[in-house]
T-cell receptor
Framework: DVKVTQSSRYLVKRTGEKVFLECVQD?????MFWYRQDPGLGLRLIYF???????EKGDIPEGYSVSREKKERFSLILESASTNQTSMYLC????????????FGPGTRLTVL | QKEVEQNSGPLSVPEGAIASLNCTYSDRGSQSFFWYRQYSGKSPELIMFIYSNGDKEDGRFTAQLNKASQYVSLLIRDSQPSDSATYLCAAPAGDYKLSFGAGTTVTVRA
């Protein structure tokens, strides 16, 4: 079974802090994704990566950056957290050459005070 | 127009009934479609995918695809309270991404 893990289930940070969210997958997938999910707004893609050190902006990249130094790990960075970044953050991975099906981690509920 | 649209719901059905969820998509070139189930406070879980016209059955779930009409549906037969969740429809968007619908929340009344 594909396993995608995220570093924290719940996280509370203060405005202005630098925040790191980590995601690790164990199935050698090429592609990894970061989404945020808010009530009424659905899943919104922040960034994705299709290879090590490669990244592309999604629909809402402002205020975020990412890092992919190893194939299995994809990090989301909030350079200076703001209250409007309070959300559920979901990481996913997929294999190139399949039907694009994505497998999600358990999510990190981030609260910025 | 969004790439994937779901009927807004919410949908409330009695236990044992059939729940019917619909999804339309705009890209005629889409080849595969996915249904994810998401329990409250949890992450989406892939429950079905379909890439051929017609029906695909897996236990109490049936996915139906009609490429000519550009819709895909999910039927949940003999609905159980444990089926209460939000169901997301998704279709490929480009080489790597998926486009997700907004989701339909299903409540099964005991």
């Amino acid at each position: 079974d594909v396993k995608v893990t995220q570093s924290s289930r719940y996280l509370v940070k203060r405005t202005g802090e630098k925040v790191f969210l980590e995601c690790v997958q164990d199935m050698d997938h090429e592609n990894m994704f970061w989404y945020r999910q808010d009530p009424g707004l659905g899943l919104r893609l922040i960034y994705f990566s299709y290879d090590v050190k490669m990244k592309e902006k999604g629909d809402i990249p402002e205020g975020y950056s990412v890092s992919r130094e190893k194939k299995e790990r994809f990090s989301l960075i909030l350079e200076s957290a703001s209250t409007n970044q309070t959300s559920m953050y979901l990481c996913a991975s997929s294999q190139t050459g399949t039907f694009n099906e994505q497998f999600f981690g358990p999510g990190t509920r981030l609260t910025v005070l | 127009q969004k790439e994937v649209e779901q009927n807004s719901g919410p949908l409330s059905v009695p236990e044992g009934a059939i729940a019917s969820l619909n999804c339309t998509y705009s890209d005629r070139g889409s080849q595969s479609f996915f249904w994810y189930r998401q329990y409250s406070g949890k992450s989406p879980e892939l429950i079905m995918f379909i890439y051929s016209n017609g029906d695909k059955e897996d236990g109490r779930f049936t996915a139906q695809l009609n490429k000519a009409s550009q819709y895909v549906s999910l039927l949940i037969r003999d609905s159980q309270p444990s089926d209460s969740a939000t169901y997301l429809c998704a279709a490929p968007a480009g080489d790597y991404k998926l486009s997700f619908g907004a989701g339909t929340t299903v409540t099964v009344r005991a």
